[in-house]
C-alpha cells in the first residue's frame, strides 16, 4: 500500500507514564497524517502492532490546536490515555508545542492537555515534565451481581476469598468499557494468571472491553493503587499502564466515598507484573462537592525515530 503523502512521514517509539525507556507503556506516534485514507492508518498499526499507534493531524476548527486519530492492530478507538501522553511528548520534544494547556480533538470530543515542568528531584535531568489530560467523568454501572464476579474470579484465578469485602465490581465507561475489579491485597496481582477466552467470553456477554484488577495501598504520607488490566478483546492481553482507566478509578472511588476533604490525588502503579512499571498520577477536579473530571497524567520517553518510507 503506497502512502498518499509527498514527503515520508515521520514515526516515533515512545513510552509513556514512565522516565525510563523500555519500561510504562509503549505507542507509536505518526506526525503529519493528513492526507491518509483510513485504511492506510489501519495498515500502519498493524505494521506496528505491539504498540497503539497515535496519527498526528493538524487542527481542523477553532475550537482546538491538534487532532489525534488512535488505532490498534484491529479498530480505531475514540481516546488512548498513554498514545495521548506519548504523542505531545513528541510534539514537545520537536518544539511543536510549549508548555501550557492544549486542547486536542479525538474520538471522544475536545480534552484539554496540560503540560508543565519543574526542577528534577534527581540530578541527571534538569526538569521534570508531567503531561496531563483531563478526563470528564464516566458512566458508572450498577454494582455487578456477586454471581457474575465469582465468575469474573474464576476466570482470573483469584481466590473468591480476595475480592474486597466491601467495594463492589463495576463498569465504568467512557469511550472505552472496563470492569473494575477491586481485591483485597496488592499481593495477589502478582499471583494472577487469567484464562483470556473466558475473560473475552465474559467480556461479550457483559459488554466490558477490558477488566481492571486493582488494590488500594494507603500510605501514612500518600495514597497509592497498584494494578493490572487485561483486554482480550481488544488483541491486548494485558496492558502495562492505563491511563484512561485510572480516570475511570478515580470516579469509582470517588463514588463509594473513599476521598477525604483534603485528599484528591493518588498514585496508580502498573505493569511492574509485565517488567514494565509506570506510573500515573491522578488528581480530582472537584467542584461544590461534585466530581467533574479527574486529571491523569505522567512523563514519557521517547525511544527511538524514523521515517515511514514512500
Not at 495498515?43 to 486519530?69: I, K, M, N, Q
Not at 499481593?187 to 477488566?211: S, Y
Amino acid at each position: 500500500m503506497k502512502l498518499a503523502a509527498e514527503r515520508p512521514l515521520r514515526i516515533f517509539q515512545v513510552d509513556a507514564f514512565t522516565a525510563t525507556r523500555f519500561t510504562g507503556n509503549p505507542a507509536t506516534v505518526v506526525l503529519d497524517a493528513d492526507g491518509q485514507s483510513d485504511a492506510t492508518l489501519l495498515a500502519v498499526a498493524r505494521e506496528f502492532s505491539h504498540a497503539e499507534v497515535a496519527f498526528v493531524f493538524a487542527a481542523s476548527g477553532p475550537d482546538h490546536d491538534v487532532r489525534l486519530r488512535f488505532f490498534n492492530a484491529r479498530k480505531e478507538a475514540p481516546f488512548v490515555g498513554h498514545a495521548t501522553v506519548a504523542a505531545h511528548a513528541v510534539l514537545l520534544a520537536l518544539g511543536r508545542r510549549s508548555a501550557g494547556v492544549w486542547r486536542q480533538h479525538s474520538g471522544t470530543g475536545v480534552i484539554e492537555v496540560t503540560v508543565t515542568t519543574a526542577p528534577a528531584a534527581a540530578a541527571m535531568a534538569a526538569t521534570e515534565t508531567l503531561i496531563e489530560f483531563r478526563q470528564t467523568v464516566p458512566e458508572l454501572d450498577a454494582p455487578l451481581p456477586f454471581k457474575t464476579t465469582l465468575r469474573v474470579a474464576e476466570a482470573l484465578r483469584l481466590p473468591a476469598t480476595q475480592l474486597h469485602e466491601v467495594m463492589p465490581a463495576r463498569i465504568a465507561r467512557k469511550g472505552s468499557t472496563r470492569l473494575l475489579v477491586p481485591i483485597a491485597d496488592p499481593r495477589q496481582l502478582d499471583n494472577l494468571v487469567p484464562n483470556l477466552d473466558t475473560l473475552l467470553e465474559l467480556g461479550n456477554e457483559l459488554g466490558a472491553e477490558g477488566f481492571f484488577v486493582f488494590a488500594l495501598n494507603r500510605q501514612v504520607d500518600e495514597w497509592l493503587t497498584e494494578s493490572r488490566m487485561f483486554c482480550p478483546a481488544l488483541g491486548i492481553p494485558e496492558d502495562p499502564v492505563s491511563g484512561n482507566s485510572h480516570a475511570m478509578l478515580a470516579a469509582y472511588l470517588w463514588d463509594l466515598g473513599q476521598f477525604g476533604k483534603n485528599s484528591v490525588t493518588f498514585i496508580g502503579h502498573q505493569g511492574r507484573q509485565m517488567q514494565r512499571p509506570g506510573q500515573v498520577s491522578v488528581r480530582l477536579e472537584v467542584d461544590q462537592g461534585s466530581l467533574t473530571a479527574a486529571h491523569i497524567g505522567g512523563s514519557a520517553v521517547i525511544v527511538s525515530e524514523g521515517t515511514l518510507a514512500l
